[in-house]
């Protein structure tokens, strides 16, 4: 009878450690896969900013945003206290929506801290401090700057190959484009990025067809090398405007033109006067 006992006992102990284990793993499975809060983020983004023109522009409540300081900066702390190992562990698509939302955040931020006395984003600093140079966002264990953020752990890091990125992070200025009223988050990424890449080159304002030039924004020119990283098979400017083709309002014929060098592309002005409501 003890034996019996013995043997149902180890057993027992065997199918809890098992058990345990298990359960480890699932639950740090979960953790790293899990998405950072954003809900801070997207409550601020729902309140203060208004989508205009059928989504393809956006204004943003900066007296509003001023209102809700406490919160933009309690989001921010709680970007600050991510590790790199923590950040490591998620998959691409949150790494990238917690980054396009830092950007965004801090951008706010930086704005914020000179509202209502600016009429653009360019105004903060001088000839020697540009706004996107300061060091004033704790993100990845270290006081990081937009420029930072956008050129070195988003486009730098060679982890993304994601242009779409251009029409996501924002610079708070008319000429960019749409500031989104939801937080980006890694379950809904690419559906996002799609809206407002798609959005953005439906504005004719900033993108259209002239006789046999296509206009569109300077973002096109600062940035074409990202534009040809064979993402999704595009390899020249062309072919990945030449996929929006739908939004841009061409034809087959004028799609066609496009895609083999028919057609001519310029540039259009760019707004910086900020994107305030």
Not at 3 to 15: D, E, G, P, Q, V
Not at 55 to 67: E, H, I, P, R, T
Not at 201 to 221: C, H, M, Q, W, Y
Not at 246 to 254: A, D, F, P, R
Request: a positive charge; aromatic letters at 10%.
């Amino acid at each position: 009878m003890s034996l019996f006992k013995s043997t149902i006992s180890f057993s027992s102990k065997r199918l809890l450690t098992k058990t345990a284990v298990a359960t480890s793993i699932l639950l740090a499975s979960m953790a790293s896969y899990a998405d950072f809060n954003h809900s801070a983020w997207d409550s601020l983004l729902n309140k203060n900013v208004t989508m205009t023109n059928g989504g393809k522009a956006s204004v943003v409540n900066y007296n509003a945003m001023k209102a809700d300081q406490a919160k933009l900066d309690s989001y921010l702390a709680a970007i600050g206290k991510v590790s790199q190992a923590q950040f490591n562990r998620w998959s691409k698509d949150e790494q990238l929506a917690f980054l396009i939302n830092v950007y965004n955040a801090g951008t706010v931020d930086l704005v914020l801290t000179k509202y209502p006395n600016i009429k653009s984003i360019k105004d903060i600093g001088g000839i020697f401090s540009s706004p996107w140079k300061q060091d004033f966002v704790t993100v990845l264990g270290k006081k990081r700057s937009l420029d930072d953020i956008e050129h070195n752990l988003i486009r730098g890091s060679g982890r993304y190959n994601e242009p779409r990125i251009h029409f996501a992070v924002n610079c708070a200025s008319i000429g960019c484009p749409a500031l989104l009223d939801d937080a980006y988050t890694g379950s809904k990424l690419d559906k996002q990025l799609e809206q407002v890449t798609s959005k953005f080159l439906a504005d004719s304002s900033r993108n259209r067809l002239k006789g046999n030039t296509l206009e569109v924004s300077p973002i096109f020119k600062w940035y074409k090398e990202d534009f040809e990283s064979n993402w999704r098979g595009t390899k020249d400017l062309e072919g990945f405007l030449a996929r929006y083709n739908s939004s841009l309002g061409l034809n087959k014929s004028q799609t066609a033109d496009l895609k083999n060098g028919k057609t001519k592309i310029s540039y259009t002005d760019y707004n910086w006067n900020l994107n305030k409501k």
